[in-house]
């Protein structure tokens, strides 16, 4: 167990459906992370959260949002899904500062069919 | 475009020898991380090597920087079968809020 919570650990869901992902990150930790893995593109960074704000965006599309909450969980929401959304998403949490890793969840597997 | 580029993409040795990965970049660093991924599951940080730093150990890992080439290594010494997975480089780019994970290099240790 890593630390970071989140769940579900399978989703499977059909085209043009909203789906919600949520990631607790480990105890401490400020920032929460969002990727998404598939295997073409991957490890593509989506978007970051520090204590409640968005610090940094990626290749987040517009179908797809996310936030911090005041406990500091995290939801990843994917609206209008596509069969190419189906992938692996990760979220990951670090302890402030530039140099520390980060802590990896265990996934939610989206298959959208 | 993915910041980091390993080499090889896929590695295949027998139990008990040295496996290297590289990792080439692209601009300026804060650090260099590697990462290790099972079949499907999350990833398992490894090691960070700060940019000032040319060589760190940690067990049966050895990371390498060379800031000048833009490129970082990862050994792993006495393979084993359970260091079977796939390998990561991730840069911390300057300036920026996070990691950007390379395409990884699949290893597989044979007993």
């Known amino acids: 167990d890593s630390g970071v919570t989140q769940t579900p650990k399978h989703l499977i869901t059909a085209t043009g459906q909203r789906v919600t992902l949520r990631c607790s990150p480990r105890?401490?930790?400020?920032?929460v992370y969002w990727y998404q893995q598939s295997l073409d593109q991957g490890l593509q960074f989506l978007i970051q959260y520090y204590n409640g704000e968005e610090r940094a965006k990626g290749n987040i599309l517009e179908r797809f949002s996310a936030q911090q909450f005041p406990d500091l969980h995290s939801e990843l929401n994917l609206s209008s899904l596509e069969l190419g959304d189906s992938a692996l998403y990760f979220c990951?949490?670090?302890?402030?500062?530039?140099?520390?890793?980060?802590?990896f969840g265990s996934g939610t597997r989206l298959t959208v069919v | 475009s993915q910041q980091g580029e390993e080499d090889p993409q896929a590695l295949s040795i027998q139990e008990g020898e040295n496996a290297t990965m590289n990792c080439s970049y692209k601009t300026s660093i804060n650090n260099l991380q590697w990462y290790r991924q099972n079949s499907g599951r999350g990833l398992v940080h490894l090691i960070l090597?700060?940019?000032?730093?040319r060589e760190k150990h940690s067990g049966r890992l050895r990371v390498t920087l060379d800031t000048s080439k833009k490129s970082s290594s990862l050994l792993i010494t006495a393979s084993r079968a359970a260091d079977t997975a796939s390998y990561f480089c991730?840069?911390?780019?300057?300036?920026?809020?996070?990691?950007?994970f390379g395409q990884g290099t699949r290893l597989t240790i044979n007993p």
């Open positions: 991730a840069t911390a780019v300057q300036g920026a809020q996070k990691l950007v």
């Open positions: 090597i700060r940019s000032n730093e």
């Open positions: 105890s401490g930790d400020l920032s």
């Open positions: 990951a949490s670090s302890t402030p500062g530039v140099n520390y890793g980060y802590t």
